[in-house]
């Protein structure tokens, strides 16, 4: 079982950054693919960035690309999303997610994931 925390959200405004952390109860560098998902009112949850376990790949999100970057650092078992350049519509509840793969493919969809956190609330004020 493979036990995810979120943290680092909160209120800012837009132009600033924030970065999210996700503490994992096994270490990274073990067969996890790990992505930040998130979830704003209305919409359904969205992919926004992934790293393999071995970190050589990442992916991002569309409408994040150039601005969030993905990272984890295997001897503190925690995964960073950096997020500069903040845009209200970046408001959401961000979610970590994790997948036992051995396969440098990081997949995009919510079912692919069978491990997620609690959440944590972003919001971007304009």
Do not use: H
């Not at 837009?14 to 067969?31: K, M, N, P, W």
């Not at 790293?51 to 601005?67: E, P």
Request: a positive charge; aromatic letters at 10%.
């Amino acid at each position: 079982q493979v036990q995810l925390v979120e943290f680092g959200g909160g209120l800012v405004q837009a132009g600033d950054s924030l970065r999210l952390s996700c503490a994992t109860s096994r270490r990274t560098v073990e067969i996890l693919n790990m992505a930040w998902f998130r979830l704003a009112p209305g919409k359904e949850r969205e992919f926004v960035a992934g790293v393999s376990a071995n970190g050589r790949n990442t992916d991002y999100g569309t409408s994040v690309k150039g601005r969030f970057t993905i990272s984890r650092d295997g001897i503190k078992n925690t995964v960073y999303l950096q997020m500069n350049s903040l845009k209200p519509e970046d408001t959401a509840v961000y979610y970590c997610a994790a997948v036992q793969s051995i396969s440098t493919y990081i997949n995009t969809g919510v079912s692919s994931y069978d491990y997620w956190g609690q959440g944590t609330l972003v919001t971007v004020s304009s």
